[in-house]
């Protein structure tokens, strides 16, 4: 089975653009989850999707949305970008909402 | 509040020897504990786990132990190789909060050759 696939790896924006992160998971998982890795703050949960609707939300921003589409695939926005956003986004799929998490390799998003 | 404690932040062993990296978690509703190793430049991969059930689980060199009642619980890595080398992440989940993993800080790893 191919594993969690991100895109794109590597982001380059400048402040105040918006952007959107895409996420597959693997074939078969219906949950996925976003974190954000950063050296300072570590790694946080932002939210889970299963079935197409937000279960769960971290404690971030109003700016940091996402959806998920009825193939499971998952997409995160983030509007009007600051420094601090810079960081790795990490997405996990699961086979359900109590099973294991499995990473992707991330999208570095760096804010200029 | 939901807190994962994670010690030491660095652990430099040599190789052959035996690593061990413990967390303490805050919730007591805490039921699945997954372990996850990072190398530069990828995502988490998942090493072991083992649920609130359970108090030892062990997948070749690599073993978790549980302590529900000190609400503890350890990574232990026998005969440790160069390969080793990476961050280590262990995690916890609420049953009342299922899909949210909440993280310790990391440790990272170094195996002398």
């Known amino acids: 089975k191919a594993g969690v696939t991100q895109t794109p790896r590597y982001l380059i924006k400048t402040r105040g653009q918006q952007v959107t992160l895409s996420c597959s998971p693997i074939?078969?998982?219906?949950?996925v989850s976003w974190y954000q890795q950063t050296p300072g703050q570590g790694l946080q949960f932002l939210f889970e999707?299963?079935?197409?609707?937000?279960?769960n939300k971290g404690n971030f921003p109003g700016r940091f949305s996402g959806r998920q589409f009825s193939n499971s695939r998952s997409e995160m926005n983030v509007s009007t970008l600051e420094l601090g956003d810079s960081a790795l986004y990490l997405c996990?799929?699961?086979?359900?909402?109590?099973?294991?998490?499995?990473f992707g390799p991330g999208t570095r998003l760096l804010v200029l | 509040g939901e807190n994962v404690e994670q010690h030491p932040s660095t652990l430099s062993v040599q190789e052959g020897d035996s690593a061990v990296i413990k967390c303490t978690y805050s919730?007591?509703?805490?039921?699945?504990f997954p372990w996850y190793k990072q190398e530069l430049g990828k995502g988490p991969q998942l090493i072991i786990d083992?649920?609130?059930?359970?108090g030892e689980k062990k997948d070749q060199r690599i073993a978790v132990t549980l302590n529900k009642t000190a609400k503890h619980f350890s990574l232990h890595i026998t005969e440790t190789q160069p390969e080793d080398s990476a961050v280590y992440f262990c995690?916890?989940?609420?049953?009342?909060?299922?899909?949210?993993?909440?993280f310790g800080q990391g440790t990272t790893l170094q195996v002398k050759p």
């Open positions: 999707y299963f079935s197409e609707t937000q279960r």
């Open positions: 995690a916890a989940i609420l049953s009342s909060n299922t899909g949210k993993l909440i």
């Open positions: 996990a799929s699961s086979f359900n909402r109590v099973e294991t998490q499995y």
């Open positions: 083992i649920r609130s059930n359970v």
């Open positions: 074939s078969g998982h219906r949950s």
């Open positions: 919730d007591s509703a805490s039921n699945y």
